[in-house]
C-alpha cells in the first residue's frame, strides 16, 4: 500500500544538464498533478493529467515537459535546468470528482 | 495578487492553546475548501475537507468557510506539540478539472 512515490527523492543538477522524475500511484487515481513548493510561494501547479495519455499546463509550465503514457505513473521533464528550478517537487492524485489530493514525500533538486 | 492567501507566520503558541489559522480567496466560483498538514520535509497531508459554506469538525479540529467574506479557518482545540507543522489551505471551483490552489502556508509551532 505505497500511495505515491517519487523517485529519485534528492538530486543534484549542473545548469544545461537534464532529468526525468518518476511518479507512481497505486490507488488507481485518474488525476495526477505536479508541483513545486518554493519557500514564500506555496505550492505551484506546473502540469497536471486528468487521465492515461492526457497532459495539461498549471501555473509555471515553462521548461517543464510531462508524459502520461500509463494510468498509474506520470512523468516531469526538465530538458535544460536551470537554477531557478532549484525546488522541491511534489507528485500528486486523486480521483477525478474528489478533490481529496494524495500527496509523495517529495524530491529534492538543487541546480548548480 | 495570489487567488488564495495566507500569512505565513511563523506562529508559536503554547501547549493546550487554541489555535486559529486563516484564510481568504478571491474567486467566487471556489467551492472545495481543504486544508492539508505538512511536517518538515514531508509531502502534505489531507486535514480537512469542506464543501461550501459551514462548519466541519473533526476530534481536536474544526473547519470553517465563510464565503460571504471569502475567509477560510481553521481552529485547533488544545494544540499539542505534534500539531507543530505547515499548515497548507487550498481551494477550487467546480470545473472538476481537480485542480486545487494553495496558499502560502502558516507554520505553527506548539511549545511544550
Known amino acids: 500500500n505505497a500511495g505515491v512515490t517519487q523517485t529519485p527523492k534528492f538530486r543534484v543538477l549542473k545548469t544545461g544538464q537534464s532529468m526525468t522524475l518518476l511518479c507512481a500511484q497505486d490507488m488507481n487515481h485518474e488525476y495526477m498533478y505536479w508541483y513545486r513548493q518554493d519557500p514564500g510561494m506555496g505550492l505551484r501547479l506546473i502540469h497536471y493529467s486528468v487521465g492515461e495519455g492526457t497532459t495539461a499546463k498549471g501555473e509555471v509550465p515553462d521548461g517543464y515537459n510531462v508524459s502520461r503514457l500509463k494510468k498509474q505513473n506520470f512523468l516531469l521533464g526538465l530538458e535544460s535546468a536551470a537554477p531557478s528550478q532549484t525546488s522541491v517537487y511534489f507528485c500528486?492524485?486523486?480521483?477525478?470528482?474528489?478533490?481529496?489530493?494524495?500527496f509523495g514525500s517529495g524530491t529534492r533538486l538543487t541546480v548548480v | 495578487q495570489k487567488e488564495v492567501e495566507q500569512d505565513p507566520g511563523p506562529l508559536s503558541v503554547p501547549e493546550g492553546a487554541i489555535v486559529s489559522l486563516n484564510c481568504t480567496y478571491s474567486?467566487?466560483?471556489?467551492?472545495?475548501f481543504m486544508w492539508y498538514r505538512q511536517y518538515s520535509r514531508k509531502g502534505p497531508e489531507l486535514l480537512m475537507y469542506?464543501?461550501?459554506?459551514g462548519n466541519k469538525e473533526d476530534g481536536r479540529f474544526t473547519a470553517q468557510v465563510d464565503k460571504s467574506s471569502k475567509y477560510i479557518s481553521l481552529f485547533i482545540r488544545d494544540s499539542q506539540p505534534s500539531d507543530s507543522a505547515t499548515y497548507l489551505c487550498a481551494s477550487a471551483g467546480s470545473s472538476n478539472t481537480g485542480k486545487l490552489i494553495f496558499g502560502q502556508g502558516t507554520t505553527l509551532q506548539v511549545k511544550p
Open positions: 500528486a492524485s486523486s480521483y477525478s470528482d474528489s478533490y481529496g489530493y494524495t
Open positions: 474567486n467566487s466560483a471556489f467551492q472545495y
Open positions: 469542506t464543501y461550501s459554506s
